[in-house]
């Protein structure tokens, strides 16, 4: 069983759709980041929180520590917003260690 | 202000052949780690490095090695290529935590496509 589980592997929208992926982790964390990855390749930080919540534009990120769950939320979805989501979490006294990364979930916003 | 740069963005090499793929970190960042991805994976830790030492290392063999370059800059170099090895490698900087005094995000770059045949 991995670390960091996400669900959907997948998942088809219809663009103005609000979304919501989920991540569920199984091990200590310092903070917990949402990143984004286009067909490219190349990795945006999208957030990283270890408590509570965050938001930016239209996505927003919450966390539960005890529960150890936190969804990813887009409001009023997007074609551009098609990528793959990742979560990773950095295990706790890092401060800098490397990430533990989910499998990802792949959205497509269809206009 | 530049990010995360890696080179070169494609590869392609055949079993047995030895590669160096190279990174440099986001201007002001120290700390360098690098990432594999296989298609339709996460990414999975390979090692990092900070003040020109290997610091943590995942669980990868020692056909991957690497080096950090007093300007921070880095390379990877993956020995007796394997088929397996076919990925995406991710470089990724950051701040340390003795400079930042707290956990820092990590910057990526676009990635080297490295297909062995």
């Known amino acids: 069983k991995n670390e960091v589980e996400q669900s959907p592997q997948n998942l088809t929208a219809q663009e103005g759709e609000f979304i919501t992926i989920n991540c569920s982790y199984s091990?200590?964390?310092?903070?917990l980041h949402w990143l984004q990855q286009h067909p490219g390749g190349g990795i945006v930080s999208l957030f990283m929180?270890?408590?509570g919540k965050k938001k930016h534009g239209r996505l927003i990120a919450t966390i539960n520590i005890q529960e150890k769950h936190s969804s990813l939320h887009i409001t009023a979805s997007h074609p551009r917003d098609s990528a793959v989501y990742i979560c990773?979490?950095?295990?706790?006294?890092?401060?800098?260690?490397?990430?533990?990364f989910g499998k990802g979930t792949r959205l497509s916003v269809i206009a | 202000d530049a990010g995360v740069t890696q080179s070169p963005t494609h590869l392609i090499k055949t079993r047995g052949q030895q590669v160096t793929l190279r990174c440099s970190p986001k201007?002001?960042?120290?700390?360098v780690s690098w990432y594999q991805q296989a298609l339709g994976q996460g990414p999975q830790f390979i090692f990092q490095?900070?003040?020109?030492?290997?610091?943590q290392r995942g669980n990868f063999p020692d056909r991957f090695s690497g080096h950090q370059f007093p300007n921070y800059s880095s390379e990877l170099n993956v020995n007796a290529l394997l088929l397996g090895d076919s990925a995406l490698y991710l470089c990724?900087?950051?701040?340390?935590?003795?400079?930042?005094?707290?956990?820092?995000?990590?910057?990526f770059g676009d990635g080297t496509r490295l297909s062995i045949l």
């Open positions: 990724a900087s950051s701040l340390s935590e003795v400079k930042a005094y707290s956990n820092q995000p990590q910057h």
């Open positions: 091990v200590g964390i310092s903070a």
């Open positions: 929180l270890s408590s």
């Open positions: 990773a979490v950095s295990p706790p006294n890092s401060g800098n260690t490397p990430l533990v």
């Open positions: 201007s002001g960042h120290d700390t």
């Open positions: 490095y900070y003040e020109e030492e290997e610091r």
